[in-house]
């Protein structure tokens, strides 16, 4: 259980309509660590969230989108944890805007996890706190079917996520107002980190 950041981590989460959670890095102990090969014969480490049902994982989709979000993740210089944070909402959000299915889960969860794979190699603590953000959104989608609309799993989904990150940024904030610089203000404020 990760009850540092408060987000409940059992496959039975994947179709939980409620889930505590505050912006934060994912426990290491959560994580497997998946020596993944790409085409071009470099094998990368992937962080795959241990509640990830493996299902996922064999989706054909799975593989083709790890590599290319591990190939087309953006330098780290240019995150920061709002930013990160959006850019897997809004990815998110794209993906299942038209389909919920396994394939689609697959593919965006490679996607994003490849992603979090590149940006590990230089920046391993917001990587954490990508997969935890990752990991409280889809927690908002279920693999199966829904007998609600898809716009209510996205809604509470968008919920989660703006809840989260408004309660970071008045972290942020109050950190900022004691004369600490915004980097370090940033870190202060993840919930679940050593102060």
Same mark, same amino acid.
């Given at each position: ?69 591990? @190939?087309?993740? !953006? *330098? ?7 930013? /990160?944070?959006?850019?897997?909402? +809004?990815?998110? &959000? =794209? ?45 908002? @989608?279920?693999? !199966? *079917? ?7 799993? /996205?809604?509470?989904?968008?919920? +989660?996520?703006? &809840? =989260? ?31």
């Amino acid at each position: 259980m990760l009850d540092q950041m408060q987000v409940t981590t059992s496959v039975d989460a994947l179709s939980s309509s409620s889930v505590s959670y505050a912006i934060g890095p994912i426990d290491p102990a959560q994580l497997h660590i998946l020596q993944a090969g790409l085409s071009d014969g470099q094998d990368i480490s992937l962080l795959v969230p241990a509640h990830l049902p493996s299902c996922v994982l064999n989706e054909p989709e799975f593989k083709v989108e790890y590599e290319w979000g591990y @190939i087309e993740g !953006e *330098p780290e210089e240019a995150w920061t944890v709002p930013r /990160l944070l959006n850019t897997i909402y +809004l990815t998110l &959000d =794209a993906a299942f805007l038209d389909e919920f299915s396994l394939s689609r889960y697959a593919w965006v969860a490679g996607y994003l996890l490849g992603n979090q794979a590149r940006l590990a190699e230089t920046e391993s603590t917001l990587a954490l706190v990508g997969i935890a953000h990752l990991c409280a959104l889809l927690s908002c @989608i279920p693999l !199966e *079917p829904s007998c609600c609309p898809p716009y209510r799993d /996205l809604m509470r989904m968008s919920i +989660l996520h703006k &809840d =989260a990150l408004r309660a970071y940024r008045a972290r942020v904030r109050t950190y900022r107002m004691q004369g600490t610089c915004f980097a370090e203000a940033q870190r202060l404020a993840l919930v679940g980190t050593a102060q």
